[in-house]
């Protein structure tokens, strides 16, 4: 391991069982921190997380836990806190799309996908923030007294005809992040968010797995590939890191140029 920047430091990155949240979790513990990584239901995917971690000299628990419900957030908290002690940076990656048309979308898809996308960040953040707070600074570990980083999305800026309470979840998460890092930055809490674009996750397989479906998706990206997830996971080990120690209440879009509305490149 190289780079240990986030030398003794303890993460918890929620929805960590695949996908982003995986690499997520595997390049903050390459970096020296400890992390919890968290899954909703099956425990197998956040299980194999942990064994590639402690496979490569890490440290790593695995912790059941719905991000929408309350006092399973609170639970979490506090086994994370009776393994490691106590935290210094959070990853709100936990997501989910339950896709249909606005005129068909349920009542039931919309709470759904707000309740975790949205009010899941503010729950494990408001979490954080208390124990960020009680602890203080800790200089030998970072300059700050803790880190949230906010998984967002390009749609937070991009309007997504078919996904409305998808696209609405992370316009939430854009100005619930800002207003936290306003508010938390005197107690020098460092908040911000990533906006991946188009990555190779199992959400949006269909999107790339074949020839076909990955050519339609680069028109959409100048940088003509589509991310891997550790394009992600490296930003946010710097997003944690004392590096970007002045960096706050932004979202560092990780898209290959897909917010530069690709479209328009030729005039319209």
Not at 102 to 109: I, S
């Amino acid at each position: 391991m190289k780079n240990q920047s986030l030398q003794d430091q303890i993460a918890l990155v929620t929805g960590a069982s695949s996908g982003i949240g995986a690499a997520v979790a595997v390049a903050l513990a390459k970096a020296g921190a400890k992390v919890g990584v968290n899954y909703a239901r099956s425990s197998r995917g956040a299980e194999a997380v942990v064994s590639e971690i402690t496979a490569s000299g890490g440290k790593a628990i695995a912790i059941q836990a719905d991000v929408s419900q309350e006092e399973q957030v609170i639970r979490m908290f506090e086994q994370l806190d009776q393994t490691y002690g106590t935290l210094d940076i959070l990853v709100n990656n936990a997501g989910l799309q339950q896709d249909a048309s606005m005129m068909d979308m349920t009542l039931e898809q919309w709470n759904k996908v707000i309740s975790v996308n949205l009010t899941g960040q503010f729950l494990c953040s408001r979490e954080a923030a208390k124990a960020f707070i009680r602890r203080g600074i800790v200089p030998e570990r970072s300059c700050s007294a803790g880190k949230i980083i906010c998984m967002s999305s390009v749609h937070e800026v991009i309007p997504w005809a078919g996904h409305c309470n998808y696209a609405a979840s992370k316009g939430g998460v854009m100005l619930l992040m800002k207003s936290m890092a306003q508010e938390l930055a005197p107690h020098k809490i460092r908040v911000n968010s990533i906006g991946p674009g188009a990555i190779k996750t199992p959400i949006n397989q269909s999107a790339w797995e074949t020839p076909a479906a990955e050519a339609e998706l680069l028109k959409l990206i100048p940088y003509n590939r589509v991310g891997e997830p550790m394009d992600i996971g490296k930003v946010a080990v710097w997003l944690a890191s004392d590096e970007s120690e002045y960096v706050q209440g932004t979202t560092l879009f990780v898209d290959g140029g897909m917010t530069l509305y690709p479209g328009f490149a030729t005039g319209g």
